[in-house]
C-alpha cells in the first residue's frame, strides 16, 4: 500500500506559477514512476508529468516548457512547478504513484493522492 498526500494548489491569475508537492509513504519500493494527473469538470483524466525512479520525465504536449518535475528520493517527495499558468490548466491535480511496464506517463492507474485543485484565472 502506497499513501499520497498533495500540497500546494490554489487560484491565481494567468501568468502567474504554483508548486505541486505529494507526500509519498508506505511501501514505496520498486521500479516505480510517480507523475502528476489532472481532470476538468466534463473531462478525461489526462497525464500531465510523470518521472520514473531514475529521474526520466515525460510531459504532456500542452505543458511543454511550463511545468517541470522532480522528485526528492531521500523525502519521498514529488513536486510539479507550474510556470505561465493558463485557465486551460484549471483542474484537480492528482499524485500518482505505480510500477509499470507501460509509458509512465499513459498509465492511468495506480495509487492516487485525494487530488488538489488549481484554478486559473484570465
Known amino acids: 500500500q502506497v499513501q499520497l498526500v498533495e500540497s500546494g494548489g490554489g487560484s491565481v491569475q494567468a501568468g502567474q506559477s504554483l508548486r505541486l508537492s505529494c507526500t509519498a509513504s508506505g511501501s514505496t519500493y520498486g521500479d516505480y514512476c510517480m507523475g502528476w494527473f489532472r481532470q476538468a469538470p466534463g473531462k478525461q483524466r489526462e497525464g500531465v508529468a510523470a518521472i520514473d525512479r531514475d529521474g526520466n520525465t515525460s510531459y504532456a504536449d500542452s505543458v511543454k516548457g511550463r511545468f517541470t518535475i522532480s522528485k526528492d528520493n531521500a523525502e519521498r517527495s514529488l513536486y510539479l512547478r507550474m510556470d505561465n499558468l493558463k485557465p486551460e490548466d484549471t483542474a484537480m491535480y492528482y499524485c500518482?504513484?505505480?510500477?509499470?511496464?507501460?509509458?509512465?506517463?499513459?498509465?492511468?492507474?495506480?495509487?492516487w493522492g485525494q487530488g488538489i485543485q488549481v484554478t486559473v484565472s484570465s
Open positions: 500518482r504513484w505505480v510500477i509499470t511496464d507501460i509509458p509512465c506517463l499513459e498509465a492511468d492507474f495506480g495509487y
